[in-house]
């Protein structure tokens, strides 16, 4: 006798209706929303005066709105790698990131570690001191440090009893403008070193204690490694934005003088299409500018990377 065995229920699943394409868009809507103001600014101030500049150096102009801009194709350019005051241009920025390496690497980080043993209200009062001058409007101490250097009764030539004309002579115009800028920056620089500091655990330097290691090992394996990410970072600012930093007091001082030597990229730039009205050189020479120091953050954004993945 054979038992006739049922055949399986099959159950097919109930289908959840999706909904429809628009109603998925406005879901996701609201944190672009949020965001389309910031966007909006970002391409209106940064993206497309770059695109306009950009443009512009492939122009003739005299920045007069009657006068109609002129294309001359790649001539701006030309004219940039055949004039010499390009080239020595180039030269003073680098002496201006080399000046000013000392003042936002070195003195910071010695002030920092230094910084460290201070305790109580006098590590606040401390570090004001350190972080005043960057307070200190760039044009008002232009004015304060050309009374210090005068040449015949300036407070500088008085205690170093000289008679040297420090921001008209070709020799030290140059490096006076690089120590009032140090001087101006050394204050930030040292914000930033302490904060690399503090988020440096301290188990690290504790376990290095215990294991016998001096302050001094300790500072050369353990602290300084741990603070290379910082380290880079303002190594990148300062190739960034040497030449901008000393832009106010060349501008206010010396106006790229005495016979160019304080004339860096960014004064130069700004000289020929403001002073000399040629605003396709200038915008040329800014997207150079721009290509050039882009290139150089770009290896310092990697390798500080690198840095941050080793040190993790």
Do not use: C
């Amino acid at each position: 006798m054979f038992v006739e065995i049922p055949a399986p229920v099959v159950v097919t699943p109930l289908r959840v209706a999706r909904p429809a394409l628009a109603r998925r868009l406005l879901r996701g809507l609201p944190p672009y929303l949020y965001l389309l103001p910031a966007l909006a600014l970002l391409v209106i101030w940064t993206y497309r005066p770059l695109v306009q500049t950009a443009q512009l150096s492939f122009y003739s102009w005299n920045l007069l709105p009657t006068q109609p801009a002129i294309p001359v194709g790649l001539e701006n350019y030309v004219r940039l790698f055949q004039l010499p005051a390009v080239g020595q241009a180039v030269l003073r920025t680098l002496e201006v990131i080399g000046g000013l390496i000392p003042f936002t690497l070195l003195v910071p980080v010695l002030v920092g570690l230094l910084g460290q043993r201070v305790r109580g209200r006098a590590r606040a009062v401390y570090q004001a001191l350190v972080f005043a001058p960057l307070l200190v409007a760039p044009v008002a101490s232009a004015t304060v440090w050309e009374w210090l250097l005068e040449p015949s009764g300036g407070a500088v030539n008085r205690v170093l009893g000289t008679n040297v004309n420090w921001l008209h002579d070709t020799t030290w115009a140059q490096p006076a403008i690089i120590l009032i800028t140090g001087w101006h920056l050394i204050g930030f620089a040292v914000l930033v070193v302490s904060a690399g500091l503090s988020n440096i655990n301290s188990e690290y330097t504790e376990a290095a204690m215990i294991d016998g290691a001096s302050r001094g090992q300790i500072t050369r394996w353990i602290t300084l490694p741990l603070l290379s990410p910082t380290l880079v970072f303002l190594a990148l600012m300062t190739v960034l934005l040497s030449a901008q930093w000393t832009f106010p007091l060349i501008d206010t001082i010396t106006q790229g003088g005495p016979s160019g030597a304080t004339t860096n990229v960014y004064y130069l730039l700004w000289d020929y299409s403001f002073h000399s009205f040629d605003a396709g050189l200038g915008t040329a020479a800014g997207m150079l500018l721009f290509v050039v120091f882009g290139i150089i953050a770009a290896g310092l954004v990697l390798l500080s990377e690198k840095l941050s993945v080793h040190d993790d």
